[in-house]
């Protein structure tokens, strides 16, 4: 059982660990965004779908950049363009838009 002056700080520690997880960029100064991997990519999945490979790319996890490796994106047949994965400035700061179709 947790003792009631225990709560206060285990709501702190959760909230702090939380807001670290959703920074989508480093605190000045910045570093360096590392060079994308070299990746070897797999055949697709198959027939019948239409498939797109999406490479990977480097994702700020609040203490470091962290690899997300690529993956193939199922086409719905109703898309007509792939948007690759990009960097945008967005309400101050840089955030990564995963590739996607419109």
């Given at each position: 059982?947790?003792s009631?002056?225990?709560l206060?700080a285990?709501a702190?520690?959760?909230?702090?660990g939380f807001?670290?997880?959703?920074?989508a960029?480093?605190?000045?100064p910045?570093p360096p965004?590392?060079?994308?991997r070299v990746?070897?990519v797999?055949?697709p999945?198959?027939?019948?779908?239409v498939?797109?490979w999406m490479?990977g790319?480097w994702?700020?996890?609040?203490?470091?950049?962290?690899w997300?490796?690529g993956h193939?994106?199922?086409?719905?047949?109703?898309?007509?363009?792939w948007?690759p994965?990009?960097?945008a400035?967005?309400?101050g700061?840089?955030?990564w838009?995963?590739g996607?179709?419109v």
């Open positions: 059982m947790t009631r002056r225990a206060p285990l702190l520690a959760l909230v702090a807001a670290g997880r959703s920074i960029q480093p605190p000045p910045y965004v590392p060079p994308p990746e070897v797999p055949g999945p198959g027939p019948p779908a498939w797109i490479p790319h994702h700020w996890n609040g203490v470091a950049y962290v997300i490796g193939y994106v199922r086409r719905d047949p109703s898309w007509t363009r948007v994965g990009h960097w400035f967005s309400y700061r840089w955030v838009v995963p996607h179709w």
